[in-house]
């Protein structure tokens, strides 16, 4: 058996599969998911459309994909972020901040994060995902409350999720088709105003 010959092979489809979701990303990040169809990534990828079906499947699976490369693009944001050293209220701000300029720089990846595709593989890996990020913010919480400079009631990672869900919710206006988005001047006075509301609430009395 011509084992290298079989290697090339995999190589070149694993490459055709890469190429097929980078450019469904990239029509996602331009247009929105709604311009995420075979046909247009088939075209941007110049593949037959048969192709995307083998290598990836139909648009369900590559939203999946696409979902997948979006969480790993905010994990680095937020993982920057946790690495930076500063003071609890200092690392916080900064969380929050990160979380933020991810969903203003990709805001169309962010969308499909906070509402992501009706698919059980999608929505169990996005979910796995997400809880790593906000272990990670729960755990930013335990140090402040070791530290003295926290004082809550709740449970860490009741509050990290609250948080989350607080930040994509403000985000989230911006989608609303209403006198109720916000321009970004608008959008960035309900953020600040979270993040004082956050940190007066945590914030252990003297």
């Given at each position: ?152 009631d709740e449970d860490p990672e009741v509050l990290a999720t609250a948080l989350w869900a607080m930040w994509n919710g403000i985000l989230s ?34």
């Amino acid at each position: 058996m011509d084992t290298s010959a079989g290697t090339r092979t995999q190589r070149r489809a694993a490459a055709t599969r890469q190429s097929i979701v980078q450019a469904a990303k990239d029509i996602l990040a331009t247009h929105g998911s709604a311009a995420l169809t075979i046909e247009a990534v088939a075209d941007r990828a110049d593949v037959a459309v048969q192709t995307i079906y083998n290598r990836v499947g139909g648009r369900s699976a590559l939203l999946v994909a696409v979902a997948e490369l979006a969480m790993l693009e905010n994990r680095e944001y937020m993982d920057t972020a946790y690495a930076t050293p500063g003071t609890i209220e200092e690392r916080l701000l900064l969380t929050a901040s990160s979380y933020t300029r991810f969903a203003l720089e990709r805001p169309h990846e962010f969308r499909l994060l906070v509402e992501p595709p009706d698919h059980p593989e999608a929505l169990t890996r996005i979910a796995e995902l997400i809880q790593e990020q906000n272990n990670k913010l729960a755990a930013t919480i335990r140090d402040g409350i070791a530290e003295g400079v926290l004082s809550v009631d709740e449970d860490p990672e009741v509050l990290a999720t609250a948080l989350w869900a607080m930040w994509n919710g403000i985000l989230s206006l911006g989608w609303r088709a209403d006198p109720l988005r916000p321009d970004r001047e608008r959008l960035q006075q309900l953020l600040d105003a979270a993040a004082g509301t956050m940190l007066v609430g945590l914030r252990a009395r003297t």
